[in-house]
């Protein structure tokens, strides 16, 4: 076997290993998929993992990073908006300009062509129409990538 056909099988297993979550959230609330982001962001800041979340507009992530700076010094997530501060978890709009390549939360409604630089990739969605015909599509494009997403129902009985 050549050096270039055992890069591209290693490229290819690696591509295929990676981890891709989909949390439904029983819920059509923004707000409530908000709490499970910053619930989902503690739980990764915790396990002292780094992580970039894609928001769907530049708007967006500056709204969520007030929020953060909003809540109880006890609770805060030590995050940055866009690279502006060194700290494990970014939040960006559209467009990621550096990546962490550990986690990725893709709250964005397109699929994330950049999932395969990332160890895992976490889609969260909530049952606004919108979001879970746009979830749907994403699945189909994991699925076609060759990547089994594994799903997580919050808040079914």
Partial sequence: MT???SEQTSANKTQTQADVL????NSNQPAEREAFLSKLLNTIWKQKRLCDVRFANQADATRYDLTLWDAKPQSFIHHGLENNVNAPIQLYGEQIS????DVLINLHPEFPTIHNQ???TI???D???YLIKMGRERW????????EPTVHKIGFE
């Fill in 3 to 5: 050096s270039s056909s």
């Fill in 98 to 101: 550096l990546k962490c390549k």
């Fill in 140 to 147: 189909k494009l994991y699925k076609q990538a060759g990547i």
């Fill in 22 to 25: 989909f949390y439904v959230l």
């Fill in 118 to 120: 990332y160890q895992r």
């Fill in 127 to 129: 049952q606004s129409d």
């Fill in 123 to 125: 889609e969260v969605l």
